[in-house]
């Protein structure tokens, strides 16, 4: 490896004299992007990852110099992959710069594409704010350029973090209209009971019984043949449990539903903070007695 390493180096040293030199024949930054593509390869080979991106940085620089903005783009997204193994911050700020040129020269699709792996380096972190703001980036994207199934993918991630950070309202909106906008694709209209069941949680987080009630109405309107789901006679009974402040009711209805159909991470952890809720009112109660 470290054969491989001095190679690159060399070939760095040789990209940084051609750009100091002049040149008669052809574009020294031309000539200098060669010798630091090569360099990037040998520090790979070397697994040096700062140092190959680094010279892909170099590398980016000079297609910008040389106006091949496309070029400058993946150069700068293959920086940010190498800076991905060692430094998050580094990775981040060099995909930044490559989604903004591909943006620059209207390849959308790409910007969104790493708008997409951006948010997905935030949410490694678990910095969600972040991560819902380039998913929310991504998302427009691709729903620009009609990848819908992609589109969806993002928003669905930001209404899980809006959910995860208490902000329900936003979380509802983004589920309702990934609903209302599935049951007209033949392929997607399986997904609908999910979609409204995660809304309906999230109805229960507010507290609301009127507006989770209204909601139900709502969704009955929208897919006729929800009201004969377990999904709907689930958010029903816990509708009624959250009225009637009855914690037992509510974790029975939870029980029954999951021995058929398994919950996910995401609704536990929903509907753990409802009943949490509705013991703390319970002990209210108590107390007041």
């Known amino acids: 490896m470290s054969d491989q390493i001095a190679k690159g180096e060399e070939f760095e040293k040789q990209g940084d004299k051609k750009l100091k030199g002049w040149s008669f024949f052809g574009s020294k930054h031309e000539d200098a992007a060669d010798l630091y593509e ?16 680094a010279v892909y940085v170099k590398l980016a620089e000079c297609f910008v110099k040389a106006n091949s903005k496309h070029e400058a783009a993946n150069a700068y997204a293959d920086a940010g992959h190498c800076y991905k193994k060692t430094n998050s911050s580094e990775c981040i700020s060099r995909l930044e710069q490559s989604l903004d040129l591909f943006m620059e020269i209207g390849r959308l699709q790409m910007s969104a594409r790493y708008c997409k792996e951006i948010a997905e380096l935030y949410e490694q972190e678990q910095n969600l704010e972040k991560a819902m703001v380039y998913f ?30 208490e902000q329900y309202p936003k979380a509802i909106e983004i589920y309702e209209d990934i609903a209302r906008h599935a049951l007209n694709n033949n392929l997607l209209k399986y ?9 309906g949680i999230c109805q229960l987080c507010k507290g609301d019984v009127v507006a989770i009630t209204n909601a139900l109405e709502k969704y009955e309107d929208m897919d006729p043949t929800f009201s004969g789901s377990r999904e709907y006679r689930l958010l029903k009974d816990l509708a009624a449990s959250v009225d009637e402040e009855d914690v037992e009711k509510y974790t029975d209805a939870i029980k029954e539903f999951d021995s058929i159909t398994k919950l996910d ?18 002990m209210e109660e108590d107390d007041l007695t």
């Open 265 to 282: 991470a995401q609704k536990t952890t929903l509907l753990l903070r409802v009943k949490e809720m509705l013991k703390a009112k319970e």
């Open 136 to 165: 929310d980036k991504a998302a427009d994207l691709y729903q620009g350029e009609e990848v819908n199934s992609h589109a969806n993918q993002c928003r669905l991630k930001i209404a899980q973090y809006a959910a995860e950070l």
């Open 191 to 199: 997904g609908v009971r999910g979609h409204l069941l995660n809304a």
């Open 38 to 53: 090569k360099a990037a390869n040998f520090y790979k080979l070397g697994k040096s990852w700062d140092q190959a991106g």
